[in-house]
């Protein structure tokens, strides 16, 4: 089958962490095709183009998510009547147009700005609501302005905020499909009027009424970033209308395009999230370059349309079960969620795994990307103790290099604490017997996450905010020993293979690296333990296994509508990318023309059918191949 693979812009044009997921994804599951979407905010990176692909990689479609080449500011592009609003270059809107535009974009904003006890909760219980506030979204004229002001007066019959929030998300993707755009359109100064209007309306909260003009054009800005995959030529049936299945790799914006796919073509949408990247708003919103007004507008719309992707995605794939719990808040239904762990790849770790430590029974070990997340600051205090306890204890901090300025000015004041509570204490490992000492890992002559893992008897993580802790899974694929704050989904992924202790809290963490750091026989009990659960639960097989069954199952319960993409040497269709029997070892296996499911059993005189398309008793072969399939190793 065909998967419409959703990307948050790391796979294919990078090698890095955002991309590995992806990455053993396409080449694990060879018998599928993937179609990826990948958002570009950078002309550099397009030139440079994807890294090397495997076979299974059909097409590669860049989604250029940077500004308009025009070169007008953002929240500031043509002004006057609404008569002057024009779309992507196509011409301007006639009057029937306009009206759907303001009408569509009015209840979008009504819904960003209404306060959440003021339409009533978006929860699953609203779905159907959502439903029918979104059929109408093709309608223009005065029914839908109607709908629309009834909604801001609060009236009885106003539809919840989820059916605005449909019904405005939705008429701007069909009007934009019509009309080829509406980057220029949300750039107005049009637009900025109807959001400082549903801004001041009734219903609003007190941070969202202070908004003011600067305000309201930033927030302009950025919904038009939002909502520019919109006005891009990708839904065709020969583009995403063309997959089978659309698989997101996260929820939030980059699953936008999977609800249009939904929309437009009905192909079921798979969303897959092993982090919360509404928590991750929540938690930016005080380093970003925005006033309160814009974070509330901000946050409001990203729970919106985080809820509507939770209500039309057919599966939703949490990480942990911490994100499970943070999905069912936002409204997502208990029943579409399953847990599917990520997969780390073990044989990295083969050779590190139950061997002796190599820094020695008193050397602690972290390892990670060097942010203040991390709470570095947490663990140096929490090693004074423990050096006060065991004076001959060591720690060692491997961190990746730092990119962003917070992150070298993070790693600059861990440094100079550091100094600070153990003088002389900053340099690298090799020039002397330091207690702590800063290292790289990544680069050519620096040690890879094995060798660090290696380098201690107990690994570290003093985190203060975690989504699922791939190093701690690395770490327990070693054998080692660990220290955790009990946060995110640390307790869920170690489960009693480690000591757990409060966030936060550099006493706590002291008292438990001295535990393990006196007693050998328990740190060796809990490293040869947490190495057998990782094996268990967080390999990359088992996460490909569940994603094969997945994708099977979504496949059995939509039917293919679009035509077979490949012929085979009668002219037949060819319902799937590769038949069942490739998957046995075999002569067979090697690379041969293939033929549809109909000729192979009707026959070379069998004739496709009208279009060239599966019809008939032909799809119910096709979802009998599948289910025989299905009951065999899973793979079609």
């Not at 990455?23 to 950078?42: C, K």
């Not at 609060?154 to 701007?172: K, Q, R, V």
């Not at 925005?290 to 992707?309: C, D, I, M, T, W």
């Not at 911490?322 to 997969?343: F, I, M, N, Y």
Request: hydrophobic share 40%; charged share 20%; aromatic share 6%.
């Amino acid at each position: 089958m065909r998967i419409g693979l959703l990307t948050d812009g790391g796979h294919p044009y990078a090698t890095g962490e955002s991309g590995l997921w992806c990455d053993r994804l396409v080449r694990g599951l060879p018998q599928h095709e993937f179609d990826l979407f990948a958002p570009s905010r950078s002309a550099h990176r397009e030139e440079r183009g994807p890294v090397r692909l495997p076979h299974g990689v059909g097409r590669v479609r860049t989604v250029p998510l940077r500004a308009p080449e025009d070169g007008s500011p953002r929240g500031g592009g043509e002004r006057g009547l609404l008569a002057r609003l024009v779309t992507g270059g196509r011409g301007s809107y006639g009057r029937r147009e306009r009206r759907r535009f303001t009408a569509c974009l009015t209840a979008l904003a009504t819904a960003v700005c209404a306060s959440g006890s003021a339409t009533g909760a978006s929860g699953p219980g609203t779905s159907g609501s959502g439903t029918s506030g979104s059929g109408t979204s093709g309608s223009g004229g005065s029914g839908t302005g109607t709908a629309v002001s009834g909604a801001c007066r609060e009236e009885p019959a106003a539809p919840t905020t989820a059916a605005l929030f449909a019904h405005g998300l939705y008429g701007l993707a069909e009007l934009a499909r019509e009309h080829g755009g509406l980057t220029r359109a949300l750039r107005s100064e049009t637009t900025v009027r109807i959001l400082e209007s549903a801004c001041r309306a009734p219903g609003t909260g007190r941070t969202v009424q202070s908004a003011t003009v600067r305000d309201h054009l930033a927030f302009a800005a950025e919904l038009e970033r939002i909502l520019r995959p919109l006005s891009l030529d990708r839904y065709g049936r020969e583009r995403l209308g063309a997959v089978d299945v659309c698989h997101a790799a996260s929820g939030g914006e980059v699953a936008l395009p999977g609800l249009l796919g939904k929309r437009f073509f009905g192909v079921p949408l798979l969303v897959t999230e092993y982090s919360v990247p509404l928590r991750a708003h929540y938690l930016a919103a005080p380093d970003a370059p925005f006033s309160a007004p814009v974070h509330a507008l901000l946050a409001n719309f990203h729970r919106r349309l985080a809820a509507e992707v939770y209500r039309q995605a057919e599966i939703i794939t949490p990480g942990s079960t911490d994100v499970r719990r943070w999905q069912e808040r936002c409204g997502a239904d208990s029943a579409k969620l399953r847990t599917v762990h990520p997969g780390t790849a073990a044989d990295r770790f083969t050779d590190v795994g139950g061997s002796e430590d190599r820094g020695g029974p008193h050397t602690l070990v972290w390892v990670g990307r060097i942010e203040p997340a991390k709470d570095l600051i947490s663990l140096l205090h929490a090693f004074a103790e423990v050096r006060r306890a065991e004076p001959g204890a060591r720690l060692r901090i491997f961190g990746t290099p730092a990119e962003d300025t917070g992150s070298i000015t993070y790693l600059a004041h861990c440094r100079a604490l550091a100094a600070r509570l153990f003088p002389g204490a900053t340099g690298a490992h090799a020039e002397g017997d330091h207690p702590v000492s800063f290292e790289e890992t990544g680069g050519p002559e620096a040690p890879g996450a094995a060798e660090a893992y290696a380098a201690g008897g107990v690994v570290v993580l003093s985190s203060a905010v975690e989504d699922f802790p791939s190093g701690l899974v690395e770490a327990m694929f070693c054998g080692r020993a660990t220290v955790s704050t009990d946060v995110g989904a640390v307790a869920e992924v170690i489960g009693g293979t480690g000591l757990l202790v409060p966030p936060r809290n550099p006493r706590a963490l002291a008292d438990a690296c001295v535990t393990l750091l006196r007693d050998p026989v328990r740190r060796a009990r809990l490293g040869a333990a947490a190495r057998a659960r990782a094996l268990e639960l967080f390999t990359v097989e088992q996460n490909l296994a569940a994603f094969r069954g997945i994708y099977l199952e979504l496949v059995s319960r939509s039917p293919v509508l679009r035509e077979a993409d490949e012929l085979g040497a009668d002219g037949g269709p060819r319902p799937f990318a590769t038949p069942p029997e490739a998957q046995v070892p075999g002569r067979w296996t090697q690379p041969v023309p293939r033929v549809s499911l109909r000729a192979a059993e009707a026959g070379p005189e069998a004739e496709p059918g009208p279009g060239g398309v599966c019809t008939g008793v032909a799809k119910a072969a096709c979802a009998a191949g599948a289910g025989a399939a299905g009951r065999g190793d899973g793979d079609v």
